[in-house]
């Protein structure tokens, strides 16, 4: 009897040592949430500082927000034709990995993606 209270114990304490452990790694040595915030901006401004020196695709990417883009919006963003829109515009910053293809849409049209999406978050894209 006194081999499984001695085995219960010891259990105990490991489960309480491996706890401590695991606090210790998760939660206590955790980035500051604004050290954090600082450097994914900084990563956000190197990654997308050729792009941010574009005027006309700044506003363009700023119009697109959170909604889908597709070819026939061509008029809103200063296109003459759909076709002029896509192979200019659309196409170029996909291929570049700045706007994605929804996947949920059947791949229908264009919306921000990665560092892109974060330079409208942290309101760089004006």
Do not use: C
């Not at 606090?23 to 500082?49: C, F, H, S, W, Y």
């Not at 941010?52 to 909604?67: C, F, T, Y």
């Not at 659309?90 to 999406?117: C, D, M, N, V």
């Amino acid at each position: 009897m006194d081999t499984i209270f001695t085995q219960a114990a010891i259990s105990i304490k490991l489960a309480y040592s491996v706890t401590i452990v695991l606090k210790q790694t998760l939660i206590d040595n955790q980035i500051p949430d604004q050290l954090a915030i600082r450097v994914l901006r900084g990563m956000t401004e190197d990654a997308t500082a050729d792009l941010r020196k574009v005027p006309d695709h700044l506003w363009r990417l700023q119009s697109i927000d959170a909604e889908v883009v597709s070819k026939d919006d061509y008029q809103r963003y200063g296109f003459t034709a759909p076709e002029e829109f896509a192979v200019n515009f659309l196409e170029p910053l996909h291929s570049q990995g700045i706007l994605g293809r929804p996947a949920g849409e059947g791949g229908q049209g264009y919306r921000l993606k990665g560092f892109t999406w974060l330079l409208r978050e942290f309101g760089m894209l004006s």
